[in-house]
């Protein structure tokens, strides 16, 4: 039997090393929380923990509302998960999220809540019961998965897998590395001779396009649209110029619109344009994909023949911030979304559910278009989040994951250095020491490894009393 005894909030504010732009907003500080749980599992007292920003116009993008009644409103649903988790008793991990699933569904509908902001309280306190039971087997996420230790049920919430081998739509084994897709914001210096000493940072990361190509070995690129066609065109010049000098040939990236469009005409307009100019027409065969082009107030609301011609190549279209209730993927499926992207702060099992209906549809219509699910970050950083987000994403096996965390902080220099220490201990393969000793992520020829994580109980080796 699963209770939860306690939950509570710690909040650490923190500040980017640069501005990162995305969307209509330009992030420059936030509050960095941290959720830990103790938890009776079959008897057994343990603690888990979980993490995430609270980043400000990305849950809710309504421009005239203050960014702090927006922080305001995520402690609100996380705080109302924490209130619900607490009194619910279930036989297994699963039953005891889907329990919570639905509390939190029916609160956030009663309170005309954004359905993708009210569960991100959800995964909060579901990532930190995850935490708890791996911790309490002692075994890691990937492990208790394919064994279905956490007692997963489709036939709660998920007629079309329930009854099936739902285990074989995943890799047999997690990903032992992953290719990093490098976010480049959309106010992010390009080239070094950009930078002037007033604008040149003394941090001993990379700071521009650039030098964050030869520092890491980039391959893989995640580029922000803004919306306005003429400017998206000029910035994308601008970056395909660098890629194609400084990145390796086999070089790919994804677009994310961040909704900018409201029409898929729109959106077909400025694909029309794209590959008529000289300069980004071979550059754009690279597209891996796009993901969320259309305002989340239509992206569901368009016929099947608008989404699947929304560009004019065939390239896979995803939804992200469209992905906020359970129905929203079917539904996204049956009008021709190719599939959806999956960070934890949208939930895990959720999560899961989306990557084996995703996998189910491409085995049963290969042909069709590009099934797939990606791996996408919200500014991603360490000492939890980021771990516990490569475990699933390991654990889903997809190969290209957008990280850009280690980009707009510096580090976790920001935290206790006893953190740090643990890091550099424990996960050797993910972080490096930077000149004061603190950690900062460490990958190589494009690439993050991912042993120690995959060891991990839930991605995390070092015990939660580390967060105080």
Not at 46 to 56: F, Q, R, S, T, Y
Not at 324 to 345: E, F, I, Q, T
Request: glycine share 6%.
């Amino acid at each position: 039997m699963i209770t939860l005894k306690s939950a509570r909030i710690i909040r650490k504010d923190l500040r980017t090393r640069m501005p990162f732009r995305y969307g209509i907003v330009t992030l420059t500080e936030l509050p960095h929380v941290f959720i830990r749980v103790r938890a009776e599992i079959d008897g057994q007292l343990v603690e888990g923990v979980a993490a995430d920003h609270l980043p400000p116009k990305w849950f809710t993008k309504d421009p005239e509302r203050d960014p702090l009644e927006e922080i305001k409103d995520m402690l609100q649903v996380i705080e109302q998960a924490m209130d619900f988790a607490t009194e619910i008793e279930a036989d297994s991990v699963f039953a005891w999220w889907w329990r919570l699933f639905k509390q939190q569904d029916a609160w956030g509908c009663q309170h005309h809540i954004e359905t993708l902001l009210t569960h991100f309280g959800t995964s909060l306190l579901e990532r930190a019961l995850i935490d708890a039971f791996c911790r309490s087997r002692a075994q890691p996420f990937h492990q208790l998965l394919h064994d279905n230790a956490f007692g997963v049920d489709w036939s709660l919430c998920q007629a079309e897998l329930a009854g099936t081998d739902w285990q074989k739509l995943l890799p047999q084994r997690p990903l032992a590395a992953a290719t990093l897709r490098h976010t480049v914001g959309m106010v992010d210096v390009l080239t070094e001779n950009q930078l002037t000493e007033a604008t040149r940072l003394k941090d001993g990361l990379p700071q521009s396009l650039e030098a964050c190509i030869t520092h890491y070995g980039l391959k893989d690129f995640k580029l922000k649209l803004s919306g306005d066609a003429d400017a998206d065109l000029d910035r994308l010049r601008a970056i395909a110029a660098v890629i194609q000098r400084q990145a390796p040939d086999d070089y790919g990236f994804s677009l994310d619109a961040n909704e900018q469009f409201n029409q898929p005409a729109e959106l077909r307009s400025f694909g029309e344009r794209v590959y008529a100019d000289s300069a980004l027409a071979n550059f754009f065969e690279h597209i891996l994909f796009i993901e969320q082009p259309l305002s989340r107030k239509v992206a569901l609301q368009v016929e099947q023949s608008d989404v699947r011609n929304c560009w004019p190549q065939a390239v896979p279209i995803l939804i992200d911030e469209s992905d906020g209730g359970w129905d929203d993927l079917p539904r996204a499926l049956a009008l021709g979304y190719s599939g959806v992207s999956h960070k934890n702060c949208k939930g895990v099992f959720k999560g899961l559910r989306n990557l084996c209906l995703v996998q189910q549809h491409k085995v049963a219509q290969p042909g069709d278009r590009h099934w797939m699910t990606s791996a996408e970050d919200l500014c991603n950083i360490g000492p939890v989040a980021l771990l516990q987000d490569l475990a699933v994403q390991a654990a889903f096996g997809n190969t290209s994951i957008e990280r850009n965390g280690h980009h707009y902080f510096a580090g976790l220099s920001m935290f206790d250095k006893n953190i740090s220490q643990a890091l550099l201990l424990l996960h050797k393969d993910i972080y490096q020491a930077d000149p004061s000793n603190n950690c900062r992520l460490y990958a190589k020829d494009g690439c993050i490894h991912l042993n120690s994580i995959n060891q991990a109980p839930f991605g995390v080796k070092f015990v939660p009393d580390l967060i105080n």
